[in-house]
């Protein structure tokens, strides 16, 4: 079955850090990129990191978690990881993974097929 399920969500004072979980199967590396977005309350949804099917995987970030979120992959347990450090309240939102077939470019520019359930981040003051 195609499923990309997040973990990792929760609590956290703001310069705290958190790792998001997406396990993925149903999707290899070798042909999907797999992005992380969020969703905070009364805003759209945005994109804020993929990685892409490249051996080294190269990713992409959105300019206001750069030097703050690395994404990383394991292909050994299907899993691509969100390591989020300095946490801001602004951070504050519904964390989704999605799935795309990636081809080319900045996998942030593509329409996203597939999609997790979500994980609640929160960062207090």
């Known amino acids: 079955e195609d499923q990309l399920v997040e973990s990792g969500g929760g609590l956290v004072q703001a310069g705290g850090s958190l790792r998001l979980s997406c396990a993925v199967s149903?999707?290899?590396?070798?042909?999907?990129?797999i992005g992380w977005f969020r969703q905070a309350p009364g805003k759209e949804r945005e994109g804020i990191s993929c990685i892409t099917t490249t051996r080294d995987g190269t990713a992409y970030y959105e300019d206001s978690v750069k030097g703050r979120f690395t994404i990383s992959r394991d292909i050994a347990k299907n899993t691509v990881y969100l390591e989020m450090n300095s946490l801001k309240p602004e951070d504050t939102a519904v964390y989704y993974c999605?799935?795309?077939?990636?081809?080319?470019?900045?996998?942030?520019?593509?329409?996203?097929?597939?999609w997790g359930q979500g994980t609640q981040v929160t960062v207090s003051t």
């Open positions: 999605a799935a795309v077939r990636w081809l080319f470019a900045d996998c942030l520019e593509y329409q996203f097929d597939y």
């Open positions: 149903g999707f290899s590396f070798d042909s999907y990129a």
